[in-house]
């Protein structure tokens, strides 16, 4: 037990080892507690479009006894020495400060950040222009298909104000956290030094040189490279969890193991950024419409990333934040979109879904939610309502009109919203509906929904449970790598926020115990649990923690969309 001190908002709490997640803003990041607990704990770095894992933990002595948090860097307490650490924006570096000089050790475990092989790793450590210097090289062996080839080579250069210990043997790990989500739990570490001093700098590059260069120009200016401290609201501090996410290239899905751009992921979770930065996320993926007129996430097929894009960009146009030539732009693929959809997967006048497809996309026991969600033909319905914006043409209108009606038919039996056409299962997708489409029911046939859909989902520690709580398949708990709990069951904070969004625009007085208790959870979960100062993925159905990803971008979004919506109010 610690006690952790959000310094940005002057508020305490003691927590059982608490964790953190610190970034460079650029693609790196440092995963860590009191205790190395996962495989993804460490330091990572990202190097050539690529991301490797590179410090596995730094171990001082003595237990922390407090932790003093601020955006962008955490101060240790232990006894009466005080420790901070923080990475400087866009270095591939970690800096790590003491009151007084102590004995730090290095433990390594060089890879890449998806691979887990054990075998074919290769450490040496030399001294060189007043740093050590570690090479890592990764070869294959007879279990590869091919023997004797180097993968890849890393270096990580370390100054100090002190001295350097070279040590060089094996330590096996099992992981806590990675063992409870039934995942890969023991590897085996490098205890590669460790260093005595009270300031030292580790930074990692593909070449020696890069990596000396680097550690020489933070060493030198690190107390001009630390973030400045400063007091923030909550809602700056979720601002500030969104923004750790974010890359030179686009926004991670989440750390520490979503470390991967999402279609559906940045696009949903794009309102959070800034207007420059939402017009570059959204536009480049705008260009990657395909034939088919969606967007693959990484590969996969995802029947609604596309819906969400032309959703967000219609946000843009009506806070008139597009040029003439870019509303050309959207127009004009928004009808392509629109067009090769209807070609590829229109049925019967809805969008059809394939398994998994949709953003619940795992299945267990069930059809990965194959057929017709509802909230892809709600967003689809938003598209058309978009083009017929910006083009005014009655045919667009009558295409609007008639699937509208169509989806109506399918899904609304006067109580409640159909989770696919046909299929009434009650699960939260009828949220994402009335936020993406609201004029599919008219405000009361809303509020009717939602008070025959809240008993069976509603979780009083203040979630949504994901499918409903009297289905054969609910789960109550967490249930980590095997997919059972996932989306049958867990409770995903970013729908939970779109949710009460929904609401208090709906009715924020009759929802108003429903809405704050979701807002109440979501801040919990940013200030206190999981990473202190991120919002998680999900939670047990069962009562609130942080499971999943741990700072996941979607849900930091919502939270900021729900506490300006709140605040708006």
Not at 50 to 55: A, C, D, G, S, T
Not at 245 to 267: H, I, K, M, N
Not at 463 to 476: M, N, R, T, V, Y
Not at 543 to 560: D, F, M, P, V, Y
């Amino acid at each position: 037990m610690a006690t952790v001190n959000n310094k940005c908002l002057g508020l305490s709490k003691d927590i059982d080892n608490p964790g953190f997640i610190l970034t460079n803003r650029a693609g790196s990041f440092f995963s860590f507690s009191s205790n190395p607990e996962s495989k993804y704990h460490g330091y990572f770095a990202s190097l050539g479009n690529r991301l490797y894992k590179v410090i596995e933990s730094l171990q001082a002595a003595d237990v922390p006894q407090q932790f003093d948090y601020y955006p962008g860097r955490v101060a240790i307490i232990r006894g009466s020495r005080s420790e901070s650490v923080f990475l400087p924006h866009y270095y591939n570096s970690l800096c790590y400060v003491l009151s007084k000089s102590a004995d730090v050790d290095v433990f390594l475990d060089c890879m890449l950040a998806s691979d887990f092989r054990e075998w074919g790793r290769y450490y040496n450590a030399h001294f060189k222009d007043n740093a050590l210097v570690v090479e890592f090289v990764k070869k294959t062996d007879g279990r590869d298909s091919a023997a004797g080839l180097d993968e890849f080579k890393l270096y990580l250069a370390v100054r100090s104000d002190g001295a350097c210990n070279k040590l060089g043997h094996w330590v096996k790990r099992d992981y806590r956290l990675d063992r409870q989500r039934g995942s890969l739990s023991e590897r085996y570490v490098y205890r590669a030094f460790s260093v005595h001093a009270s300031k030292m700098v580790f930074s990692a590059a593909l070449s020696e040189d890069a990596a000396l260069s680097e550690s020489e120009y933070v060493f030198s200016h690190m107390h001009g490279l630390q973030e400045k401290s400063r007091k923030s609201s909550v809602l700056e501090l979720a601002k500030s969890s969104y923004d750790a996410l974010v890359t030179a290239e686009d926004v991670y899905a989440g750390l520490p193991w979503f470390y991967q751009y999402w279609s559906r992921d940045s696009v949903i979770s794009s309102s959070a950024a800034g207007m420059l930065l939402r017009k570059r996320l959204l536009f480049r993926y705008l260009g990657r419409i395909g034939r088919d007129g969606r967007i693959a996430s990484i590969g996969i097929g995802s029947s609604d990333s596309v819906g969400w894009l032309f959703f967000r960009l219609r946000q843009l146009y009506e806070a008139k934040a597009l040029t003439g030539s870019e509303i050309l732009e959207v127009k004009a693929a928004l009808k392509n979109s629109l067009g090769r959809q209807q070609e590829f997967y229109g049925r019967s006048g809805l969008i059809f879904s394939s398994k998994n497809e949709s953003w619940m996309d795992t299945d267990f026991g069930d059809n990965g939610r194959e057929g017709f969600p509802v909230e892809v033909q709600a967003l689809t319905l938003a598209s058309l309502n978009f083009l017929w914006l910006l083009s005014k043409k009655q045919s667009v209108r009558n295409q609007e009109s008639a699937m509208a009606d169509k989806a109506r038919a399918g899904f609304w039996n006067r109580k409640y919203l159909a989770d696919l056409a046909f299929d009434f299962t009650i699960r939260p997708n009828v949220f994402i509906a009335a936020y993406a489409y609201p004029k599919l029911l008219s405000k009361k046939e809303w509020e009717t929904c939602f008070d025959n859909v809240l008993p069976h989902l509603w979780l009083d520690w203040g979630g949504l449970a994901s499918i409903d709580k009297a289905h054969p398949l609910f789960q109550e708990n967490y249930t980590g790598e095997n997919s059972k709990s996932y989306h049958r069951g867990d409770s995903w904070y970013w729908i939970n926020n779109l949710a009460a969004v929904v609401m208090a625009r709906l009715n924020r007085k009759k929802y108003g115990y429903y809405i704050k208790k979701i807002k109440d959870a979501s801040v919990n979960d940013l200030l206190w649990l999981g990473a202190v100062g991120c919002c998680s993925e999900l939670s047990s159905a069962s009562q609130q923690k942080a499971e999943g990803c741990l700072s996941q971008a979607w849900s930091c979004s919502t939270l900021i969309e729900l506490l300006q919506e709140l605040k708006s109010g």
